[in-house]
């Protein structure tokens, strides 16, 4: 469905171009440590005891060997992990955390999220990742912040996950900027600010943070801060990828598919895609569909799209509605989609919710319904999908669904304009040359509009043109 291109006429039917993968996954936010081929923050052994380098440490079993103190402890934690033998390895690191080691109930903690020798248990994990903060271990205390901006295992809470992500920013884990700057970017319990938000990707990536440069590659694609330079984004996704970030090398894959800021390249593409979807990232799972869905081959492409969306993949899910919306291997089926784009934004895709929300606002596969429609608007938002964000405005704009109010739908047009979004920026400028919802001022006008213009909205460029005669 085509996201609403202006202040008072709504375009109908889904379909704009596609941005691979969520922003502010969020799933904004996988937990930090916890997503498949993320590197554990481990401690650093002092030296290697004879218990901890004898070949009992790793013999099948439950993992309940007692080691004499918390050194041996973390050390044969982290032999048995490489070795894959995971129940054993939580054992040690659940008898360091026994013995007041703080890294030790957050390796624990990452054990039990990652469901690595044991079944998952957000609740047990933040129940460790808490003890670890308690300890002072810094990287439990970021773990802790992650999971309270996630909800995950504990009632979501932006004010305590800031609080963790200050720290630990301040006390140099690079990855902890890296989620400040979205919380800055997204305006999650601080105020909207890009430049900050910028500025903190940069610090972050400069620290060698995978997640830090994959948000400054998103920063520079989507001209966060006042610079969009596809070049630039492909450096950062290329240097994430090498730091092992998986979103890094997914969309430093898809820049080579598309040929965008660096020569294309399908086959190099492929390659990061297989591996990351090896590794557990269902969105490269996904864009493996792309590949095939590019080439005419919509069953194989509906396949790896259905197998990502099974695995609750939001990505998947909405591009196998896309599949049905347009009538590609399948009869056009709007409604289908429309079922498929509901699931993907339970598995928070902003695109999807924003979708599902058009759907309703149009009466396009399923009952039209303004109220629910800013709903679903609403739930992009705050997933910072930024037509989300445009829709919602256009909604309090016009009262469709919500009691008028132009102020508040400025707000949107805002928060859209800060994440790159050429029709939140003119729409603003626009509001604020004729005085609506804020008081005139010719000069914010003439600002929001000459950043629509230089985000490709023609509208803004022919209204500095009128302003200049």
């Not at 006429?9 to 916890?34: D, E």
């Not at 259905?306 to 899910?317: F, M």
């Amino acid at each position: 469905m085509q996201p609403v291109k202006s202040r008072t006429s709504p375009v109908s039917l889904f379909s704009a171009n596609l941005i691979s993968g969520t922003f502010l996954s969020g799933t904004l936010f996988a937990l930090w440590l916890i997503p498949a081929g993320s590197a554990l923050a481990e401690p650093a052994p002092e030296e290697t005891s004879p218990a901890a380098s004898g070949e009992f440490a790793c013999q099948d079993g439950d993992g309940s060997r007692e080691c004499r103190n918390v050194s041996d402890c973390l050390q044969m934690g982290q032999i048995c992990r490489k070795a894959g033998k995971y129940p054993r390895a939580l054992g040690y690191y659940e008898s360091a955390c026994a013995l007041n080691s703080g890294e030790g109930c957050n390796l624990a903690g990452v054990s039990y999220g990652n469901g690595t020798g044991t079944a998952k248990s957000p609740i047990k994990m933040v129940q460790l990742f808490r003890k670890a903060c308690t300890l002072k271990s810094e990287n439990g205390c970021h773990n802790l912040g992650v999971a309270y901006w996630n909800g995950t295992g504990v009632r979501q809470s932006y004010d305590e996950a800031i609080k963790q992500f200050k720290s630990s920013c301040l006390k140099n884990i690079p990855d902890g900027c890296a989620y400040l700057g979205n919380a800055y970017l997204g305006g999650h319990g601080v105020p909207i600010n890009p430049d900050e938000a910028l500025r903190l990707y940069q610090s972050s990536c400069q620290k060698d943070s995978g997640e830090g440069c994959y948000r400054l590659g998103k920063a520079y694609t989507d001209g966060i801060g006042g610079e969009r330079s596809p070049e630039k984004a492909v450096q950062m996704y290329a240097k994430a990828c090498r730091l092992e970030s998986l979103p890094g090398c997914h969309y430093y894959a898809d820049a080579l598919l598309d040929g965008i800021g660096t020569p294309q390249s399908v086959s190099d593409a492929q390659i990061l895609y297989q591996k990351g979807c090896d590794e557990g990232y269902m969105d490269s799972c996904a864009d493996m569909g792309r590949l095939y869905e590019g080439s005419g081959d919509f069953q194989q492409a509906a396949s790896l799209y259905d197998q990502a969306c099974a695995k609750e993949n939001g990505l998947g899910c909405l591009r196998l509605g896309m599949l049905h919306e347009e009538g590609k291997g399948f009869e056009k089926d709007l409604r289908k989609a429309v079922v498929l784009y509901r699931r993907a934004c339970d598995f928070d895709n902003g695109r999807a919710c924003s979708n599902v929300g058009l759907a309703l606002r149009d009466g396009s596969g399923t009952m039209q319904s303004n109220s629910e429609a800013t709903r679903f608007f609403e739930k992009s938002c705050l997933l910072d999908y930024s037509y989300g964000c445009v829709s919602l405005g256009f909604s309090y704009f016009n009262g469709r669904g919500v009691a008028k109010n132009p102020a508040k739908a400025n707000s949107f047009y805002e928060k859209a304009c800060h994440m790159g979004n050429g029709t939140g920026c003119n729409n603003l400028g626009l509001n604020y040359l004729e005085g609506v919802g804020a008081p005139k001022d010719p000069r914010k006008a003439v600002k929001y509009l000459n950043q629509a213009c230089s985000l490709g909205e023609q509208e803004g460029c022919d209204k500095l043109k009128d302003l200049s005669h």
